[in-house]
């Protein structure tokens, strides 16, 4: 099994940066594809961005695009959310999810099934 944790949230001024870590553990080598998604209070969970693991590739949503990047440490087998140019928009629990299933719909939350408890992260205008 694996188990992800994140951590690196905070408070900050909207365009400061700040960089999230999800750490995994277990069986890490089955690991396919890391995701990071989001949920602000009273709104739905919102796809931030994912990367798959084998090859490195990632993507990310429309509303971060540009502004945040995703990087991976496959020796201590972290994956970093390193997110730029903060809007206070972007105040929200950020969790880490995983999987060890071969598929496509990465953008959907569904398509994970291991996550972590989350950590926030607070954007002052």
């Known amino acids: 099994q694996v188990q992800v944790v994140e951590s690196g949230g905070g408070s900050v001024q909207a365009g400061d940066s700040l960089r999230l870590s999800c750490v995994a553990s277990?069986?890490?080598?089955?690991?396919?594809?890391v995701a990071w998604f989001r949920q602000a209070p009273e709104k739905d969970r919102e796809f931030v961005g994912y990367?798959?693991?084998?090859?490195?590739?990632?993507y990310f949503g429309d509303s971060v695009r540009g502004r945040f990047t995703i990087s991976r440490d496959n020796v201590n087998n972290i994956v970093y959310l390193q997110m730029t140019s903060l809007k206070p928009e972007d105040t929200a629990v950020y969790y880490c999810a995983a999987t060890t299933k071969i598929g496509s719909s990465w953008t959907r939350d569904a398509s994970y099934d291991v996550w972590g408890l989350g950590t926030l992260v607070t954007v002052s205008s």
């Open positions: 277990g069986r890490t080598r089955d690991i396919f594809t």
């Open positions: 990367i798959l693991q084998n090859v490195g590739i990632t």
